[in-house]
Structures are given as structure tokens and as C-alpha cells.
């Protein structure tokens, strides 16, 4: 690594260490303005994201790609995913303003040149995020079942429509949203729109001679992604989010 490379990765460590505690110092001076569960979803939904770009560099590094690896992201330490934006800023603000909590992490580096099956293994590693926000998911619903008696797992739901998730004591109402809110990232990085991993099945299908035209287009993704969101046409994410929550509500049932 570069003299600068060393310099800029020193300087990344404070730089994420003021950011996380600014958002900390807001939450605190406003938490009774903000409830407890908002709270909550600020804390889960920040290493879930954080576990899904590591996903990405593991995947890779087993289809013989070590770019993440070598750019030391395939670890559990968070400073080397914070994106001070996406991370920390974006979900701190939709916390405060009550608005739940969403964000993205650092994108991990992939080469799909170096993988011994580039189309197929890009493909893979771009869905092994989802995949870990589903098995997050699926570790919720075990330890809701494990940590209440026998049988009374589906109450959890059954609470939540009726009195909200507030309702909840701690330990369900965290386990609750750990599975909520990784079903929600799972299927909105699951949305074949560039940048987010559903793209990836959408670049596997086409043609060998249409991938520059692809490449291209991707350039554009971020943008076309802030207008759906912001934008929202026909209810859009409501037809992508309410069949997934009932989806979740369905599991926990079971």
C-alpha cells in the first residue's frame, strides 16, 4: 500500500469515529422525542448492512476473487465498511425524524476477472448479500422460538397488529426487528435496479455482446434508484414491501 493509501486509512478512523459519535450525542439529546423502538432499528439495521457487504467479499473470495480480502473488508470491524453518508448520517437522520432506519454500508471491491467462473460467479456473489439478510432473518425466528415457551412465538405477530411493536419487551421486540428489518433489506437489494445486487441477475442474462450497453446503464443506476425512491410512482416500494412484510408475518406464524 501506497504512502497515501496508509495516510488515507488513518485518517478513515477518526473521521468514522466523529461521525458515530455525533450521531450517538443527537440520538441522546433527542430520545424523548424519538421512541425507543426507532432507537432500536437505528442500532439493528446499521451491522446488518454492515454483514451483507462482508458477505459479498467472502462469497468472492471463495470463487477465487481476493480483492476484498486484500483491501481488508472481509472483516467484522466496522470502521472498514462505514460509508459516513450511507452508514451513519442516513439512518441517524431517519431515526430523528422518526422515519425508521435505512442506509447502505462501503461497496466491498469484487473482480469478477479474477473468479474462476466470472458471469456465474459475479451473479452469486451479488445475490449472497440478500441471502445473508434472509439467514439473519431465519436466526430472529429461531431465537424468538427459543428464548419464549413452547408454542407462543406466533403471539410476537399477533401483538404486533394489535398494539404495535412498541408493545413488545425488549428481547421480542429486538429479535423481532432483527428479522423485519433484514426481510426489508433483502428484497429491496434484491430489486433488479442498479446499483443493488437484483441487477446482477439482469446482467447474467443478457448477451455477451449487450454487457457495454449494460455498463453503461449502471453508471445511471444511482440516480434512476434516488427518483424511484424519492419519487415513489404508483405506490411502488408499498406493491415491494407490503407482500414481504405479510411474507415475514407468514414465517413467524408458522
Given at each position: 500500500?501506497?504512502s497515501?493509501?496508509r495516510?488515507?486509512?488513518r485518517?478513515?478512523h ?11 450525542l ?16 437505528f ?36 470502521l472498514?465498511?462505514?460509508?459516513p ?17 435505512f442506509?447502505?454500508a462501503?461497496?466491498v ?12 460467479g ?15 432473518a ?44 433484514n ?6 437489494n ?10 446482477a ?7 455477451r455482446s ?20 424519492l ?20 414465517l413467524?406464524?408458522?
Amino acid at each position: 500500500m501506497s504512502s497515501r493509501g496508509r495516510a488515507a486509512g488513518r485518517l478513515a478512523h477518526p473521521q468514522a469515529w466523529v461521525a458515530i459519535g455525533l450521531i450517538l450525542l443527537a440520538l441522546w439529546s433527542v430520545r424523548r422525542s424519538i421512541s425507543s423502538t426507532t432507537l432500536w432499528m437505528f442500532v439493528i439495521v446499521v451491522p446488518s448492512i454492515i454483514l451483507h457487504e462482508v458477505s459479498h467479499g467472502v462469497c468472492a473470495l471463495a470463487f477465487g476473487d481476493d480483492t476484498a480480502r486484500r483491501a481488508g473488508r472481509i472483516t467484522l470491524n466496522p470502521l472498514r465498511h462505514i460509508d459516513p453518508m450511507g452508514t451513519l448520517v442516513l439512518p441517524g437522520l431517519l431515526a430523528l425524524a422518526g422515519m425508521g432506519a435505512f442506509g447502505y454500508a462501503k461497496p466491498v471491491p469484487v473482480n469478477p476477472s479474477k473468479m474462476r467462473s466470472p458471469r456465474n460467479g459475479s451473479l452469486v456473489v451479488s445475490l449472497a448479500g440478500p441471502a445473508t439478510n434472509l439467514a439473519l432473518a431465519g436466526v430472529s425466528i429461531l431465537a424468538l422460538r427459543l428464548t419464549r415457551p413452547a408454542g407462543t412465538a406466533r403471539l410476537v405477530q399477533a401483538a404486533v397488529n394489535v398494539f404495535g411493536v412498541g408493545a413488545l419487551d425488549t428481547t421480542d421486540r429486538v429479535l423481532y426487528l432483527l428479522g423485519f428489518l433484514n426481510v426489508m433489506l433483502a428484497v429491496f437489494n434484491a430489486l433488479p435496479v442498479p446499483p443493488l445486487d437484483g441487477s446482477a441477475l439482469i446482467a447474467r442474462l443478457l448477451p455477451r455482446s449487450a454487457m457495454p450497453t449494460w455498463y453503461t446503464l449502471q453508471r445511471w443506476g444511482m440516480p434512476m434508484l434516488l427518483l424511484l425512491v424519492l419519487l415513489d410512482p404508483h405506490q411502488f416500494l408499498y406493491h415491494v414491501f407490503e407482500p414481504a412484510e405479510r411474507a415475514w408475518a407468514r414465517l413467524l406464524t408458522a
